[in-house]
């Protein structure tokens, strides 16, 4: 089965709908581009599919999850199952990296300090930051505390990533960087749906873009005259 699998869905904002006819598919390994003007509706879908906005009409299966029958009391265990990685980090700027991982490991129902402090010291090295752990977060630029919520959303080895614009608060070189995390995370039969602005990077990563545009999805695919410009 597809990490994600969404068929002649409606995305709703309250009464409102703001996409329609949605119908696309992410495959195992995939990285997708998810683009539009501000207001087109890139977050809603995002937060629908991890259950912050009901699902109200259509298909969508979402790491194996049924949105149509999901209920509240099951969103949890959705989370659990996706990685989520926002623009603004959203670390915990009180406790040390380490403790921030092992924080969402302890609300994920890991137990045992070795086999936590075993799995933190795994993905800091995976995403260059070995050296890290004992550090707060602001004693980090910003690349490096996105490469900690990239690590965050690592933990429980999920299906999918849902990464809402994670470059939009650094520098064109870092954002390269971090990109290269999100390709070689693909490696680990992880799919990641991506929202951005930044034209940049799709010029340099390219991969395949669904839009949204005047209340429906766009399917598009990297060609060799991609002009990634053009989905803006």
């Not at 969103?75 to 659990?80: C, E, G, H, N, Q």
């Not at 490991?105 to 993905?123: F, I, N, P, V």
Request: hydrophobic share 40%.
């Amino acid at each position: 089965m597809n990490p994600l699998e969404i068929q002649q869905a409606k995305i709703y904002q309250g009464k409102n709908v703001i996409l329609e006819e949605v119908d696309f598919t992410i495959k195992t390994g995939e990285l997708v581009y998810l683009v539009g003007k501000t207001g087109s509706g890139k977050s809603s879908l995002l937060k629908t599919l991890y259950g912050e906005l009901p699902f109200k009409e259509g298909r969508a299966s979402v790491v194996g999850m049924d949105l149509s029958t999901l209920k509240k009391r099951q969103i949890p265990r959705l989370r659990r199952s996706l990685g989520i990685v926002f623009q603004d980090f959203q670390l915990l700027m009180d406790r040390s990296v380490y403790k921030n991982l092992f924080f969402v490991m302890r609300a994920t129902g890991w137990k045992g300090r070795k086999k936590m402090q075993q799995k933190a010291d795994e993905l800091l090295e995976m995403v260059g930051m070995p050296t890290k752990g004992p550090k707060m977060p602001f004693q980090l630029s910003g690349g490096e505390q996105q490469r900690v919520a990239i690590a965050r959303a690592l933990i429980n080895d999920p299906e999918l990533i849902l990464a809402d614009e994670p470059t939009g608060n650094l520098d064109p070189q870092t954002s390269e960087e971090v990109m290269k995390i999100f390709f070689e995370i693909l490696d680990k039969n992880t799919s990641v749906l991506f929202a951005t602005h930044d034209y940049h990077i799709m010029e340099n990563f390219p991969s395949r873009t669904i839009r949204c545009e005047n209340r429906k999805i766009l399917d598009l695919r990297p060609k060799g005259d991609f002009n990634p410009m053009a989905t803006f």
